[in-house]
């Protein structure tokens, strides 16, 4: 969905370096959310944002950090990359009825 | 803890075929049952999604079945085609409190052959 995207859309890195994984979305969400995909683990949610002062840790969120620089934007890092952190990252946005989440088109992380 | 269990991990139909994927969930909290639909390269979107107080929810070729006291849902394909082959997602979640969140299947990858 072009309303939200997410930069870079592949990254390789090495183990100990910092990365930052970035979102922006133009569809004027207030809630914003930050999943983990692994091949047969499905979707699992590292953190979340109701608005720009409240973040949420998610089920897996212990290697990670978020910043929520404004309504529209919300930063996913890892501070130390290790290689168990190779996944598929997406970004995800909803507005106040909540239900309905609409997905970016993934960042690919690999740490090598 | 899984709260929300998803089967099969992949299906295989032939075109023209039925589809039906299952979940099951815990916690009986959950008040809303969205399915996701996932193709390669792209960020998951919302296919059809069902609410505990109906027993069925019909979209065109989709429909979700929900059994509450089975604590089961599941989705159905009806006349499957190749466009349909994508990974599905279940997932559930609870609109009271302040923890609005969804919790997801693990994910099936359903091929429809030609």
């Known amino acids: 969905d072009a309303d939200v995207t997410q930069t870079p859309r592949n990254r390789i890195t090495k183990t100990g370096k910092r990365i930052m994984l970035e979102c922006s979305q133009t569809k004027g969400h207030d809630r914003m959310y930050w999943y983990r995909q692994d091949p047969g683990l499905g979707l699992r949610l590292i953190y979340y944002?109701?608005?720009?002062?409240?973040?949420n840790k998610g089920e897996i969120s212990d290697g990670y950090s978020v910043s929520r620089q404004a309504q529209a934007k919300f930063s996913l890092s890892l501070e130390s990359a290790i290689p168990n952190q190779t996944a598929l990252y997406f970004c995800a946005t909803s507005d106040l009825a909540w239900e309905t989440q609409y997905f970016g088109p993934g960042t690919r992380l690999l740490v090598l | 803890q899984q709260q929300v269990k998803q089967s099969p991990q992949s299906l295989i139909v032939q075109k023209g075929g039925i589809s039906i994927i299952n979940c099951a969930y815990e916690?009986?909290?959950?008040?809303?049952f969205p399915w996701y639909q996932q193709f390669p390269g792209k960020g998951p979107a919302l296919l059809i999604a069902i609410r505990p107080d109906v027993s069925e929810k019909k979209e065109g070729r989709f429909t979700i079945s929900f059994n509450k006291s089975a604590k089961q849902f599941s989705l159905h394909i009806m006349d499957s085609q190749p466009g349909d082959s994508a990974t599905y997602f279940c997932?559930?979640?609870?609109?009271?409190?302040?923890?609005?969140?969804?919790?997801f299947g693990k994910g099936t990858l359903l091929t429809v052959n030609p």
């Open positions: 944002s109701f608005d720009v002062k409240d973040i």
């Open positions: 997932a559930a979640g609870y609109s009271g409190g302040s923890n609005y969140k969804l919790t």
């Open positions: 916690n009986t909290a959950f008040d809303y």
